[in-house]
């Protein structure tokens, strides 16, 4: 099967200092890729990149029929990425003064101009499969840590995204919470759709990823299927981080 | 020493009163094109846009580092000599304009402050949904910097109502303007400026109670 996202030659640079340095990377459809390695790596810049929060220096990023030039991407190029890009944030980032479905909403009514309706049929569903049919007026403030980290996947599912990237989605939350979010999202990665998730939980990687990739120092040093990786990994370098992580 | 005149003190209370309107009228309209041109600079300042960034900075400093009264002279005396066409403008319009430009430089900080303590990561978020920076600023950073420089701006407000007093140096009969006249009649300078200190202070009471009534509003709202 081809790739629907393909990634060429991405890099980043901030300042003099090279964080990215040529990534390549093609995701299938329906593909569940988690990306592992030690921190400071430049996965999160990895994920930053693709959704252009920190545009990417060179390379091309193709999204099933979009395909952008980083040297050369315009305004235009960086919406429609975002557009076909849902990203859950690590400190959940949810909008403070709009409520639990404004929040789901927002993208819908304000960026795809829906009907209001129609946008708060949707949030019902939504809100309904995050198990928070009956908290949709709820302001963040008001919601724990876990419901609200479900919202944070909440807003981005509503983008219908064809890549969803995921950056270390449970790592803010107290660990009572943990466990419902990674439910969440594994109820998300049955239902094929592709993404993109860097985590530190090697038994969630394992258990829901169809391709595990490692990277060390700004490049992707090693990937394949959770039990090679797990198992019986080629490069001393991944062995070392698995060793350290347990 | 005499004995206040309180009989010539309640002849000039509905005088004053009179006068009401025009100082409200001109601390209104001056406080709502101060809000909207303040929250423009802040914006420039936020975003960093080039050279208009300069621009807005050197216009801050300008009006916050001289004196309103210096300010006011120079636009309703000083300019029209060299823009001929401003020699038609009134005092009301001077001095609206100038407390605007005055005003507006103090208000943009404290916008800017405020957008600035909308978490860093929803502006993220919303960029990440595709939101263009108008519909971010719009319709999610900037109703909350509102809610965290109410509080301020309701002082600069009462501030402004304060300053109004000054047209009368521009040649406004306003509520300062009426005490002036009035005591250069009667020579009762103490009962004149008097009544029209207890008028400043009154409205300011009164605004301060919608103050706090606003507060606790807010705060509820905020706490939820
Ligand atoms: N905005 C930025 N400006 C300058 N340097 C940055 C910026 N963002 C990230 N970096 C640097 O890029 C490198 C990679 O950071 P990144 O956050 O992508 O790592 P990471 O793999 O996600 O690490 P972690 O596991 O700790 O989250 C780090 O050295 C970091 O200091
Ligand atoms: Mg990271």
Redesign the pocket.
């Known amino acids: 099967m081809s790739c629907e996202i393909d990634i060429a030659g991405l890099v980043k640079r901030?300042?003099g200092?090279t964080?990215l340095n040529g990534i390549d990377l093609c995701l299938k459809p329906g593909e569940r890729v988690a990306v592992i390695?030690?921190?400071?790596?430049?996965?999160?810049?990895?994920l930053?990149c693709l959704n252009f929060l920190?545009p990417p220096d060179e390379g091309r990023i193709t999204i099933g029929d979009l395909s952008v030039d980083a040297a050369r991407a315009g305004k235009a190029d960086m919406l429609a990425l975002r557009r076909r890009t849902g990203f859950v944030f690590q400190n959940y980032a949810l909008f403070a003064n709009k409520t639990a479905r404004d929040n789901i909403m927002e993208g819908l009514t304000t960026v795809r101009n829906w009907p209001k309706p129609k946008a708060e049929e949707r949030a019902r569903e939504i809100l309904q499969q995050i198990g928070l049919g009956d908290r949709g007026d709820s302001y963040p403030s008001a919601l724990s840590g876990g419901q609200q980290q479900r919202v944070g996947i909440g807003r981005a599912m509503a983008l219908d995204a064809e890549l969803m990237l995921f950056?270390?989605p449970t790592s803010a939350l107290d660990p009572e919470w943990v466990g419902e979010v990674l439910d969440l999202i594994r109820r998300i990665a049955d239902g094929r759709q592709t993404m993109l998730i860097?985590t530190?939980e090697m038994q969630f990687a394992r258990e829901i990823a169809d391709r595990i990739v490692f990277?060390e120092g700004?490049r992707i040093v090693e990937q394949g299927p959770p039990a090679q990786i797990f198992g019986n990994a080629r490069d001393e370098r991944t062995r070392a981080f698995l060793r350290r992580v347990g | 020493m005499r004995p206040l005149d309180i009989a010539y003190m309640w002849e000039l209370v509905p005088v004053i009163a009179g006068y009401i309107p025009l100082t409200l009228f001109m601390a209104v309209i001056a406080m709502v094109a101060a809000l909207v041109l303040a929250a423009l600079l802040a914006i420039v300042r936020v975003l960093k846009i080039p050279v208009l960034d300069r621009v807005v900075a050197v216009f801050i400093s300008f009006f916050r580092g001289t004196p309103l009264l210096v300010q006011l002279f120079l636009f309703y005396y000083g300019l029209p000599q060299m823009l001929s066409f401003l020699t038609s403008i009134d005092g009301v319009t001077a001095a609206i304009f100038g407390l605007t430009m005055h005003f507006s430089a103090y208000m943009a900080e404290s916008i800017r402050g405020a957008i600035l303590g909308v978490d860093r990561s929803q502006w993220e978020a919303a960029q990440s949904i595709g939101m263009t920076q108008g519909q971010l600023l719009r319709r999610i950073v900037l109703p909350q910097a509102a809610r965290t420089a109410a509080p301020t701006l309701m002082n600069y407000f009462i501030d402004m109502i304060k300053s109004t007093s000054l047209a009368f140096t521009l040649g406004v009969t306003e509520m300062m303007g009426a005490a002036q006249k009035e005591a250069a009649g009667s020579f009762l300078y103490l009962e004149a400026f008097l009544v029209v200190a207890l008028f400043y202070w009154a409205i300011v009471e009164l605004l301060s109670v919608g103050q706090r009534r606003m507060e606790l509003h807010l705060g509820k709202a905020v706490a939820r």
Request: zero cysteines.
């Open positions: 901030f300042g200092n964080v390695g030690p921190s400071g790596t430049g996965k999160s810049t990895l930053r920190d950056d270390e860097v530190h990277m700004g």
